[in-house]
């Protein structure tokens, strides 16, 4: 089975927003800086409430903020 990891161009989309903060963007979504640093970094898979209202808030569908990456094993 290929192995497969949530990936997100979060980081691109707030500097393309003004360099908007992590912060920022935690408010606007209703989480605090440190979860979407982890979502931001990959280390945390938001639920997927969280996954639209982070690409609402940017303009964007779903599908251009977060996408599946292939994992070399």
């Not at 979407?36 to 990959?42: F, H, M």
């Amino acid at each position: 089975m290929t192995k497969r990891r949530l990936s997100n161009r979060i980081r691109l989309e707030r500097f393309l927003a003004k360099e908007m903060t992590q912060a920022e963007l935690g408010q606007h979504v209703g989480v605090t800086r440190q979860t979407i640093a982890a979502i931001e970094s990959g280390r945390y898979a938001p639920s997927l409430q969280t996954a639209f209202v982070i690409a609402e808030v940017f303009g964007k569908p779903l599908e251009e903020i977060f996408h599946w990456e292939v994992v070399d094993r």
